[in-house]
């Protein structure tokens, strides 16, 4: 399993756009429903890495990666990483704080400014979603 934010990340694909100008489709990336970043699943990052280089220096413009592995690998990828219940909320807990507020005693530690901005941003994001979740949560009392 990968985390962001200390939750959960997800899987979905979707269209890969190399520096070389190649469109891949049918990535498997994790997503986070927190901060909405997304990264390619790490079990197909050097093929997918591998294989843009070779579209690029082909001269290729368009490609799929079922090309290239099996139906089934996708599906396992995306089996490992279940989607949320579509009717809920994004919610935040404890764990997640806990863990931006690990991240950035590092980041301050290494001294990394981009690091401690970019800490900071994704804990106001959570905040907010807290003050939701909380306002939520009244409102049903």
């Known amino acids: 399993m990968d985390f962001c934010c200390g939750t959960t990340m997800t899987a979905r694909l ?10 891949l489709t049918d990535v498997p ?8 970043t ?16 070779h579209c690029e220096t082909d001269g290729l413009k368009r490609a799929s990666l ?3 592995l099996a139906s089934g690998q996708i599906d396992a990828i995306l089996a490992m ?8 909320k994004p919610y935040v807990t404890e764990a997640q704080i ?7 005693n ?16 994704t804990l106001c994001d959570i905040h907010a979603l807290h003050l939701n979740q909380t306002r ?3 409102n049903q009392q």
């Open 106 to 121: 590092v980041a301050q530690e290494l001294g990394d400014v981009a690091w401690i901005d970019e800490v900071r941003k």
């Open 136 to 138: 939520d949560f009244q």
């Open 14 to 23: 979707a269209p890969l756009y190399s520096e070389g100008g190649v469109l």
């Open 29 to 36: 990336f994790l997503f986070c429903h927190t901060c909405h």
């Open 98 to 104: 806990d863990h931006l507020l690990d991240v950035w």
């Open 66 to 68: 079922f090309d290239i």
């Open 38 to 53: 997304m990264r390619v699943a790490p079990q197909i990052f050097t093929e997918v890495t591998l294989y843009t280089h």
């Open 81 to 88: 990483y279940p989607g949320p219940d579509p009717s809920s």
